[in-house]
C-alpha cells in the first residue's frame, strides 16, 4: 500500500490548496513524481502491480484519475510507462457516515472500507451489502485516527463483530439484534460487549479527534514566526503576538533557547560611558585571561572590528591570530559580518543546505569552527557581534530558494537582493537566529541593512508594486515581522544593530525600524548635534578616519586623534573599525595591523600627546606584539598607494557581480521564478 495519489487537482481539494500556497503546479509535479515512483520501484521489486494499492481519490474526478489501474481500459494494455500512477488497486476511502464511496463497478483486487466510526448496525448492513452485491471482493474496517486506548470507547471489538455477521451472510438484517449478542459474548468478554456507543457520543469522540489531530499537525509542520502570518482574519497584531509567543513558549522542549531580557539594558563604565549591562550577557561579561593589555583601559563600552567573511573567507587560524593581537590591544569586542549578497559563511546545524560560499568551490565556518572561535574570544576578553542581512542585500541566502527573483537585477547591478519574508523563510529565520544567538555570547545582534531605494529595481523586476504608498507598506509589514520574530526570540530592540541606511535622511527618520542601535558606516561622522537630538539609546561609529576601507588612506596618527575624539562624545556606544568589502590580501594591503595599534592608541588616551611622543608609543607596542618592522615603520599608513586599493577593489566587486549574476541565473533561479509566479 503506497498510500495517496499526490495528484492534486484529481485529489483532495486541501492537497490542491497546499500546492497553491506553495506556489507548486501540482498536475505536473503529480505525472514527475508518479514516474519517478514506477521508474525506480517495478524494475527492482519483483512485485505484480495488481499487488500495489492506492487511496481512492477524494476529489470530484475521482473516477478519471490518471493513476496505475484506475482506467479499466489500459488493464489490456499491462504498459506500466502508459500509466502515470504506480498502483493498480484502489482502496476506497470511507466516507462521511457507514461506508466508503462505492463505485459503479471494481476490480477484484480493489478494496471497500467500512468507517469504524460508524454503528454497529450500520457496519454490518454496510458488510452484508458489500458482499452480496459481489462488487468488491476485499473489504477492510477503517480505524484511522484512532489510538488503540480509544478502541474500547469507541466499542471497535463489538464493530468488529457486527462486520464479521455481515460478511458471513449468514444473519439477516432483521434478525440481527436477536443474534449479535449471543455472537458478541462467544467471542469477546462480557465487559467489552456492553460497549455499544450512541451516535451522539461517537460524533462527539471523532469530533475530538479531528480537532486533537488538527492542532497536533499544525504544530508539528509549523515553526513560531509561520504562526505570525497564519492569523485568522480580522485579528489584530497584537492578538497575533500574543498567539505566536503562547506557542513559542510551549515549544521550548523542543530546543528552541529561551531569553528573557534584562530589567536593565544599558550601565556605565568607570569612565562614564555607555555601555550594555552586564546582565545581558547569557554566559557573563568575557574577560581577558592572559597578561594585562599594552594599552591603558579603553574610554568607550565597546571598541573593535568588523571582520567581512561575506565576501572573503578569513582562516580561522587568521581569526584566532587577530583575536589575540585584539586583546593585548584591549578591544572588546569582533563584528562578524554572517550573510550578504555574495557568501552565507557559516554551516549550521539547523539548515545546513543554506551554506553558500564567497566562491565557487570555497569554504565556509563550521559550527565548531564559530564555538572554537567564540571560546579564543572570551579568553581574550572579546565578545562576538554576529550580522544577518535579511531586509536588504540578502543573496546569501540563495540556497533557500527564497530570495525575490530578480535575475537581471542580479547581474546589472549584483547588490541589495531582498529576502522574501513568506512562511517558509520566517521558519528558517526563526531557527537560524536561535542557533546564532545560542552559539554566541553577545546580546548583541546585527541585522545589516533595509535599503529600500537599493532594492526597488529588484521589486519591479518581480512585477511588485513598489509605488511610493506601496513600497512604504511594504517596508513596514517585513519590519514588524522581523520584530515580531525578534520578541519571540526574546531580543530587545534596544540590542538591536542595524545598519546607517543610505536612502534620503527625511525618508530614514520617519520609518520603523526593528532595533534601535545605529551603526554609521559612511564617511561623515554624524554631528554632535544630530547624536544629541538622536531618540535611540546610542550608536556604533565605524565613519571618517574610523573607516579603513576608504578611497583615502589615513595614516595612524589622525586615526590615534579621531578616536580620542570620539571616545568624549555622548551615545557613542562603541566603535568598530571598518573594513567593509576588504579580505585578507586587501587587510595587508591596507596596514590593517597597523591602523588597530593606532585605534587602541586613542581609545586609551586621557590626552593627545604629539605626533613624535606618539610614534615612539607606537613603535614600543610593535615590539610587544612581535609584528614585522615595515609595519611600525609606517605607523599605520598603507603598503598601497590609494590607486593601487582602488583597483583591487574595483577588481573584486566585478568578480561578485559576476558571481551573483552566474548563481541566479541557473536552473534554480528558474525554479524561483516559476515558485513565484504560481504564488
Known sequence: HLGGSTNSSNGSLKDHECYLEAGLDGDALHLTWEQQLIEMILPDVPLDPENIIRWSSSGSNAESARRLGTDHEEKQHRDLLDYSSLGYSTMYRPSTGQSSSSPSHARDTDWYTLDGSGSVLDLFTAAKKATTTGVFNNLVLSTEGVALEQWESMALWTKMVAVAMGVSNEFGQEEFFGSFQQTCYSVLDDHMCSMTATGQQLKQQADAREQQARSHVCESLTDVAEVLILRPPQESVEAELELARTIFERRHDTGMQKREAPSQLFEHNEFQKLRVSAASYPEGRPQRQHEKPLVAPHKLGHTGITVDTTRYFFPLTRLLSLLDQMGKLGFNTLHLRLTDDYAFAAKFATHPNLALATKKNGQVYTVEDLHKLRRHAHKNGIEIIPEVNILSRAGGWFQSGLLIPCPHFACD??????????????????????????IFNSPFLHLGYDEREESRPCYKEANMDVSGEAQQELSLEREKKMAAVIKMLGIPSEHIIRWESTDKKKEEETRFRTGRITHYHSNTHPTVEYLQNLEDPAVFLSTDSLNFASPTDIDGYTIYKQMHEVSKQEKVLGVLAGTLEMGP?????????GKLVALAMGAAANDIVPKDEFEKAFRKIFKDLEIDGDTAISFGKSRWSDKEFDRHMKEQRKARQELMCSRTTTTAQQRIAKRRKGS
Open 413 to 438: 547591478v549584483g547588490c541589495g537582493m531582498p529576502l522574501d519574508l513568506d512562511v517558509h523563510t520566517l521558519a528558517i529565520l526563526t531557527n537560524v537566529l536561535d542557533e546564532i544567538l545560542s
Open 585 to 593: 590580501v586587501s587587510w595587508n594591503g591596507r596596514n590593517v595591523e
